[in-house]
């Protein structure tokens, strides 16, 4: 096992750095990247780095040559052939070639676009626009790059036995969590930590401990890289992202009505079983339900990424059963701030209703809430969003106005097309 206090003493990225691999990246990306590459290939997307946290100034804690070095080495990345053969090869959600010839062609030949960064009030300014297949997967490495050198910027004057001692602290927390999950009956949990953890031997050490703790509740990782390192499943379906720009291109508000299912039908030809599951939070989840064609109600499950999960579990259940399905044959997903009191409430709530499963974030692989002084290493809402298509901006609502996105005339606009009206604010924590 690695002695990841030690390799942080002696941290030189050169030997070490933050992103190793291009598939150092979450699975959902690859899954989209090829139905993106398949359907829209030469859209023209930009991405923006979104700090909810003006609290946090990054651009006073990171030192921008760092920052640019490891921007650049993933620049310099592409997949070795071993990660090839890996993508090509290997099963995934019981499916042999999930990637086609011709995305895997594309894949082995990419590298990453350049990138633009500036400095503006306390923060980096950082985006990234191109061919939507290329361009978008730059937002788990930027963000994994950025939360990985908030954390050294953090340690970088701890001692050697000071560091020993807060891993020691942090690796005790997280054990005490798996332990407490241990027993829940028909547990079904994964992590879902790449983009804002602590940092990549932390992320692997805390999937190490969920393996040895869990065994069989414990279902995968998002990342790829360490999934096929501990030879484990690789977890992800779909995000905003597609939704965001499909409605960004729609040319009249009937067509960005309808510019969310038109995504589904898109991945409705190119996957079965449990890759279809919905995410309906968008541009609203009641809305989008509501609206939602009947074949939709015959998919796998839903993932509930916004809002009070509680809320959107039972809204889901009660929309099965309006379409005639039955929920105890459904999968829901929580996947939002979840921490091992929510995952147990949950859990106790909608066990034996539905199928539940959690998707753990941030506070798995980055909680060291109160171990430094001035609980510098608490975790922080840190997102890179596609934010505008062919000139066009991208709009979010979400189920929570705290995680809005776009101009406000868009906000509105979307508001009304989509039916949204009241929605209740909640903390974003992550």
Not at 152 to 159: F, H, N, S, T, Y
Request: with cysteine; proline share 4%.
């Amino acid at each position: 096992m690695v002695d990841i206090a030690t390799r942080v003493y002696n941290h030189k990225w050169k030997i070490d750095p933050i992103i190793r691999s291009l598939i150092d990246t979450d699975f959902y990306k690859l899954l989209m990247c090829q139905s993106v590459f398949r359907n829209r290939p030469d859209t023209n997307v930009r991405f923006s780095l979104i700090n909810r946290t003006k609290s946090i100034r990054l651009a006073e804690l990171i030192d921008e040559g760092e920052l640019r070095e490891q921007l650049d080495h993933v620049r310099s990345l592409s997949l070795t052939r071993g990660e090839s053969t890996w993508l090509r090869g290997n099963t995934f959600y019981g499916k042999r070639q999930m990637f086609r010839p011709d995305f895997m062609e594309f894949l082995e030949g990419l590298r990453l676009p350049p990138y633009q960064l500036e400095k503006r009030d306390g923060q980096y300014e950082l985006t990234f626009e191109g061919r939507w297949p290329e361009v978008m997967l730059w937002e788990i490495p930027a963000l994994a790059i950025l939360m990985e050198l908030r954390s050294r910027a953090v340690l970088k004057d701890l001692g050697r036995f000071e560091l020993q001692v807060l891993y020691a602290r942090a690796m005790t927390r997280l054990w005490e969590k798996v332990q407490a999950l241990h027993d829940l009956p028909d547990l079904r949990i994964a992590d879902f930590g790449t983009r804002r953890r602590h940092g990549f031997l932390w992320q692997d050490w805390c999937v190490q401990a969920m393996i040895e703790g869990l065994a069989e509740r414990f279902t995968g990782t998002s990342n790829c890289l360490i999934a096929m390192r501990r030879d484990i499943e690789a977890i992800g379906t779909n995000a905003h992202e597609l939704p965001m720009v499909y409605a960004a291109l729609a040319d009249s508000d009937a067509e960005l009505r309808q510019a969310p299912y038109e995504v589904l039908a898109d991945w409705h030809e190119e996957h079965d079983g449990n890759l279809r599951i919905i995410l309906p939070d968008t541009y609203g989840t009641e809305g989008f339900l509501a609206g939602a064609p009947d074949w939709l109600a015959g998919w796998t499950g839903i993932r509930i990424d916004s809002g009070d999960p509680a809320t959107g579990a039972e809204t889901a259940i009660r929309w099965w059963q309006e379409r005639g399905e039955d929920p105890r044959s459904k999968l829901v997903i929580f996947s939002d701030g979840l921490d091992v009191g929510k995952i147990i409430e949950l859990h106790h709530q909608f066990h034996g209703r539905v199928k539940v499963s959690f998707g753990w974030g941030t506070l798995l692989t980055n909680d060291f809430r109160g171990l430094v002084p001035g609980d510098g290493l608490a975790p922080f809402s840190l997102v890179c969003k596609a934010v505008a298509a062919n000139g066009r901006p991208t709009v979010k609502l979400s189920d929570n106005p705290a995680k809005a996105t776009g101009p406000a005339e868009a906000i509105e606009r979307y508001k009304r097309v989509f039916g949204v009206h009241h929605q209740t604010v909640q903390e974003v924590l992550v």
